[in-house]
T-cell receptor, first 115, second 110 residues
């Protein structure tokens, strides 16, 4: 009965490859997010979707493309992987996209290592 | 642009001590502030959420306060235990955007 799940947990790949990370939430939330946590543990938002619609698209290389087939899923596809993409990627969800009571719930993370 | 700072970056205390973690933010126009805990190699676990109209929230041994006008929040942990050892992160919401601090790594020594 995991609330926010991600697959895979670990991903090791070569430079130049294309890979995808999947995220699913069973909380009935309308908004989902992708974050990147770098080696210094700093969390930075990459994308946010509300009801399958993109609402935040931070300055992220266009090699990163999110896809939301429905509001319970938000996948992240990365083309032409680079060494600097190595990080932990977290998916999160919240009830809506704003408001005072907008609590975020996080998935367990996907550790991506690019060799 | 909102900036969130957490001091200290690391803290080590003996078991049983009460402690305070600090979080400051530069723009007081926030919707809420959320405290998280992150264990090594794990995701973030939500601890407390304080709405912008609230001053504090409590859960068990944890008490979080919010002073929006001064851009500060504190997380008070009473009677610390070794199981409290983790990294604690605060995040502020400005609507559909969330800004995270760099975290405080807490070690509680048995």
């Amino acid at each position: 009965d995991t609330a926010v799940s991600q697959t895979p947990k670990y991903l090791v790949t070569q430079m130049g490859n294309d890979k995808s990370i999947k995220c699913e939430q069973n909380l009935g939330h309308d908004t989902m997010y992708w974050y990147k946590q770098d080696s210094k543990k700093f969390l930075k938002i990459m994308f946010s979707y509300n009801n399958k619609e993109l609402i935040i698209n931070e300055t992220v290389p266009n090699r990163f493309s999110p896809k939301s087939p429905d509001k319970a899923h938000l996948n992240l596809h990365i083309n032409s992987l680079e060494l600097g993409d190595s990080a932990v990627y977290f998916c999160a969800s919240s009830q809506d996209s704003g408001g005072a009571y907008n609590e975020q719930f996080f998935g367990p993370g996907t550790r991506l290592t690019v060799l | 642009k909102q900036e969130v700072t957490q001091i200290p970056a690391a803290l080590s205390v003996p078991e049983g001590e009460n402690l305070v973690l600090n979080c400051s933010f530069t723009d007081s126009a926030i919707y809420n502030l959320q405290w998280f805990r992150q264990d090594p190699g794990k995701g973030l676990t939500s601890l407390l959420l304080i709405q912008s109209s609230q001053r504090e929230q409590t859960s068990g041994r944890l008490n979080a306060s919010l002073d929006k006008s001064s851009g500060r929040s504190t997380l008070y942990i009473a009677a610390s235990q070794p199981g409290d050892s983790a990294t604690y992160l605060c995040a502020v919401s400005t609507g559909n955007q969330f800004y995270f601090g760099t975290g405080t790594s807490l070690t509680v020594i048995p």
